[in-house]
T-cell receptor, first 113, second 121 residues
């Protein structure tokens, strides 16, 4: 069965420091991996995806994520955090042959000035 | 494109009343998803449609919930009768992916609407 784990309910980072939001997945075959961000009182917004190719994927707002097949991980990163990055972040996965996304529980990212 | 459009943005209703949530997906997208989000349960998939046909409604909590997609540009989620435990934010999302082979360069992700915040008192 497909599954996604976001092991941290909340991540606290000081502004200007690098941030990492963790995601591990379990899926048969080659995965499609996604990160979405949800700001307060808003819908989820697409950040980036990994389909194939380079393991380092760059997305919106300066975020990037690294696909690690051996560790079945797809951690979200940013070199220098902004207060405006504070939001809820969701990781999701699907199989190549299935368009349905399986979602992680979400990680609340808090960036402190 | 205006994105996925949901209405109403907020709905407050009394227990026992019928509630209808509406969604207009992105033109050309052939998959539509209804989600419910609460603090306790997080993001839950209720039902999804492909080419206007319901594919999986196993996430629909009970018979009080029903969803329809009469055409490619409109879907409804109805709760009758509503209960306080139905209070949540309901999201609609659409996707251009299909079950056919992946097309290079296509955005395989979902586009979400802004949600309907439902409060049942």
């Amino acid at each position: 069965a497909q599954s996604v784990a976001q092991p941290e309910d909340q991540v606290n980072v000081a502004e200007g420091n690098p941030l990492t939001v963790k995601c591990t997945y379990s899926v048969s075959g080659n995965p499609y991996l996604f990160w979405y961000v949800q700001y307060p009182n808003r819908g989820l917004q697409f950040l980036l995806k990994y389909i194939t190719g380079d393991n380092l994927v760059k997305g919106s707002y300066g975020f990037e994520a690294e696909f690690n097949k051996s560790q079945t991980s797809f951690h979200l990163k940013k070199p220098s955090a902004l207060v405006s990055d504070s939001a809820l972040y969701f990781c999701a996965v699907s199989r190549q042959s299935n368009y349905q996304l399986i979602w992680g529980a979400g990680t609340k990212l808090i960036i402190k000035p | 494109d205006a994105g996925v459009i949901q209405s109403p943005r907020h709905e407050v209703t009394e227990m026992g009343q019928e509630v209808t949530l509406r969604c207009k997906p992105i033109s050309g997208h052939n998959s539509l998803f209804w989600y419910r989000q609460t603090m306790m349960r997080g993001l839950e998939l209720l039902i999804y449609f492909n080419n206007n046909v319901p594919i999986d409604d196993s996430g629909m909590p009970e018979d009080r919930f029903s969803a329809k997609m009469p055409n490619a540009s409109f879907s409804t989620l109805k709760i009758q009768p509503s209960e306080p435990r139905d209070s949540a934010v309901y999201f609609c999302a659409s996707s251009g992916r299909t079950t056919s082979l992946v097309v290079q360069g296509e955005n395989y992700g979902y586009t979400f609407g802004s949600g309907t915040r439902l409060t049942v008192v």
